[in-house]
């Protein structure tokens, strides 16, 4: 089995264009790689969510929707690490390991683990480092009219009517063979 093939397009390059703000984070940094802390269990990781924290977005921001994406992933379609829907516009930061429960009333949809919540980073022992996009996306809404029974797809397509401004940032992770 082989693992080469072409180096996947950034998602956010290849939807419409919106302005940016800004994402930042205690535990990840862009373009540099992530500690286990926030690696999958099946990798020896902790499975623990990076705290982030965000500002500068556009003052008509009624709500958020964090998600988290590889598009690395030997799929042919990435693969859905996070995706936690219609967090209130006066959420402004996650801490690290944030529960459901802490979220005042947003929803996790089930990640490409067949999970819901977080799912930590678990590329192939082997292959190359993978790049996690961790987005923060402001919303034009106070709420996206979706169930937590939504496929990350789904979200993503509503995503794209509603997104005023996107903070992203691509910490990365590789597991050594």
């Known amino acids: 089995m082989t693992l080469e093939r072409p180096i996947a397009p950034d998602p956010y390059e290849l939807l419409p264009t919106v302005s940016s703000f800004t994402l930042t984070s205690d535990d990840v940094q862009n373009g540099e790689p992530m500690d286990a ?78 999970e819901r919540g977080y799912g930590g980073a678990a590329p192939p022992a082997g292959d190359r480092p993978h790049r996690y996009v961790f987005a923060v996306h402001a919303l034009d809404v106070d709420r996206l009219d979706l169930a937590p029974d939504a496929s990350p797809a789904y979200v993503g397509f509503n995503l794209t009517f509603h997104t005023l401004a996107r903070a992203v940032t691509r910490p990365t992770y590789q597991v050594k063979q």
């Open 37 to 114: 802390t926030f690696a999958h269990g099946s990798v020896g990781g902790d499975n623990l969510s990076p705290q982030l924290a965000w500002s500068g977005f556009p003052a008509e921001t009624r709500g958020f929707v964090v998600t988290c994406f590889d598009p690395d992933a030997p799929t042919g379609s990435g693969f859905w690490h996070w995706v936690l829907v219609n967090l209130p516009a006066d959420v402004t930061s996650l801490p690290r390991g944030v529960a459901e429960a802490d979220l005042g009333g947003a929803f996790t949809v089930r990640n490409d683990y067949g």
